[in-house]
């Protein structure tokens, strides 16, 4: 197939494959929600993350004492002893991370803010996930309910997630546009009279 040569109707094709593909991963993607995984969502929710999404969010991406924090270190302790097995592994690392800071008798900023980000990142994923109400970008914004970097509102999880979903919609949709063009090639040409004669096709 030669892209040089690409006319209005096989733009026109291309990017119905690529809509197509979107859609279709999106519809999967929502339909392949087991009833054990929503079930999961559900404990996560209950036993983790609301726990701890009330108890963090007077002090959201702001400053937190050293009392604060020793008490919410505890809470999420734990919360990790009870449920480790529904906690994200990041949000461990960050508060072995934040726990070391206050054995130095200080507060570090960054690792609570970091603590704050995967918190009310998977706090609201799952929610989202639920079908139940969730802070979408444009209330945080609103509210400021967010860090003040764009970095650490898109955070590292987030933006991984929506590349390598635009990647594989774009990879499913250009094969799709490819297997579309060879069949419609091959039909023109007459090039197979029989099933056998095109599955040898090109191939």
């Known amino acids: 197939m030669n892209f040089n040569n690409l006319d209005i109707n096989s733009v026109a094709t291309l990017i119905s494959c690529f809509l197509s593909a979107y859609f279709g991963y999106k519809t999967s993607k929502w339909s392949a929600k087991s009833p054990l995984k929503l079930h999961t969502y559900k404990k996560q929710l209950s036993l983790v ?10 002090y959201m991406y702001n400053e937190i004492s050293y009392e604060q924090s020793k008490c919410l270190v505890s809470k999420f302790n734990k919360i990790v002893n009870d449920h480790f097995e529904l906690i994200n592994p990041n949000l461990i690392s960050a508060f072995l991370s934040f726990e070391k800071s206050l054995h130095l008798h200080y507060v570090s ?87 056998e004669t095109f599955l040898n096709y090109n191939l």
């Open 49 to 58: 993350y609301l726990p701890l999404f009330k108890e963090i969010y007077p």
């Open 109 to 195: 900023k960054k690792e609570f803010d970091k603590i704050c980000s995967i918190i009310d990142t998977d706090f609201e994923n799952i929610r989202k996930s639920l079908g139940l109400p969730y802070r979408n970008l444009i209330y945080k914004c609103k509210n400021k309910e967010h860090l003040n970097k764009l970095f650490n509102i898109f955070t590292p999880d987030f933006l991984v997630y929506r590349i390598t979903t635009f990647l594989l919609c774009l990879l499913i949709g250009l094969l799709v546009f490819i297997v579309i063009n060879i069949v419609v090639k091959a039909i023109n040409d007459g090039a197979f009279t029989s099933f």
